[in-house]
């Protein structure tokens, strides 16, 4: 079978903290070593952590990422994770000190109209990392996710979102090139196919669902949004502003598949990694990936696979989410679209 996940990547774990009682969770992705990474945030209500030195001119390396349900308090998750990884002396070592260099963010689920976050799921994330393949669906931070939440039905005081969650994809260009996605997936606008079908978003009380273009007055009660990815690959790009150039690369993946993204009540955010397992890439043909006078073509190519990776993992977490039993939800679920 093969891993269409992270952890086809060489040092890369991933672990869940799944709590579907109350629906929240968090996921962390640890490197054996400290990779090049790379950051961009969109949208108007982005919480993440430690994030400035991943800024092209800052030091641009990590040793692991975490997305953590909870919205604010789901910040504090960094602090477990960090000294989980403090106690297994994991980290930047000086003389007999540990630093552990992580970056992460957060999404506001929907437990948090449930339970208070318990920061200790990051240390559970933590304690939970394997390399084996990552599941997709109601797992990690992806837990308590949903999409299609910028209209609230009966009077605005029930949440017409669907379930959503945790979503993979792979992307491979021949000669062991990969570019590998996972995205938690918890967005205010619908999820659109590329044909134009609406695959999970706003369930409306007179047709199957409700299209944000037809919207101009709505009613939502639902701030709960944010779509964070993190894409990784084993291709070496060279200068550190190139891993930011993924970045943006990365993010069309969210622009295509998501109905309106980047709003002002998403904290959509993309992390960038490479193994540098590859340093010279070639393709089918022999031909170096570069073209003479072009040093960026490199980056062109694992950009536009890094946005079909980011795409096709969203709808792997619409395809792999369970419908699950929402009190403030209409009809009282939050459906899957496999339940739709």
């Known amino acids: 079978m093969v891993n269409n996940t992270l952890t086809a990547l060489k040092g890369v774990r991933v672990g869940h903290a799944t709590h579907l009682d109350k629906l929240t969770g968090c996921t962390f992705v640890l490197f054996d070593k400290e990779y090049p990474s790379a950051y961009q945030g969109y949208g108007g209500d982005i919480g993440s952590f430690h994030t400035d030195s991943l800024r092209v001119g800052a030091r641009r390396t990590?040793?692991?990422?975490?997305?953590?349900?909870?919205?604010?308090?789901?910040?504090?998750?960094?602090?477990?994770?960090?000294?989980?990884?403090?106690?297994?002396?994991?980290?930047?070592?000086?003389?007999?000190?540990?630093?552990?260099?992580?970056?992460?963010?957060?999404?506001?689920?929907?437990?948090?109209?449930?339970?208070?976050?318990?920061?200790?799921?990051?240390?559970?994330?933590?304690?939970?990392?394997?390399?084996?393949?990552v599941a997709s669906g109601n797992v990690g931070a992806g837990t308590g996710t949903a999409v299609g939440k910028f209209q609230w039905v009966e009077k605005g005081t029930k949440s017409g979102g669907m379930k959503t969650g945790v979503g993979n994809a792979r992307v491979d260009l021949g000669n062991g090139i990969m570019v590998c996605a996972m995205t938690v997936l918890n967005a205010l606008g619908n999820v659109v196919l590329p044909d134009g079908t609406i695959l999970a978003g706003n369930r409306d009380e007179n047709k199957k669902f409700k299209d944000f273009d037809d919207t101009i007055q709505f009613v939502t009660g639902d701030p709960s949004n944010t779509t964070i990815t993190i894409v990784g690959t084993n291709v070496?790009?060279?200068?550190?502003?190139?891993?930011?150039?993924?970045?943006?690369?990365?993010?069309?993946?969210?622009?295509?598949?998501?109905?309106?993204?980047?709003?002002?009540?998403?904290?959509?955010?993309?992390?960038?990694?490479?193994?540098?397992?590859?340093?010279?890439?070639?393709?089918?043909?022999?031909?170096?990936?570069?073209?003479?006078?072009?040093?960026?073509?490199?980056?062109?190519?694992?950009?536009?696979a890094a946005a079909k990776a980011v795409q096709e993992s969203i709808y792997d977490a619409c395809r792999s989410a369970e419908t699950v039993e929402f009190a403030d939800a209409y009809k009282g679920v939050l459906p899957s679209a496999k339940d739709y």
């Open 236 to 304: 070496d790009l060279g200068p550190r502003e190139n891993y930011e150039r993924l970045a943006h690369f990365a993010t069309h993946g969210h622009v295509r598949a998501i109905h309106p993204v980047h709003t002002s009540q998403d904290g959509d955010t993309v992390f960038v990694f490479s193994t540098e397992e590859i340093k010279q890439p070639f393709n089918e043909y022999g031909k170096f990936f570069q073209s003479p006078g072009n040093t960026g073509f490199t980056v062109d190519v694992i950009g536009h």
């Open 62 to 133: 990590r040793q692991g990422f975490f997305i953590a349900g909870g919205s604010l308090t789901g910040l504090m998750s960094a602090s477990e994770i960090m000294q989980a990884m403090i106690e297994d002396k994991v980290g930047e070592k000086t003389e007999q000190i540990y630093n552990p260099n992580i970056s992460g963010a957060i999404v506001f689920d929907q437990g948090t109209r449930i339970a208070q976050y318990d920061p200790k799921y990051g240390r559970e994330a933590y304690q939970n990392l394997t390399n084996e393949p």
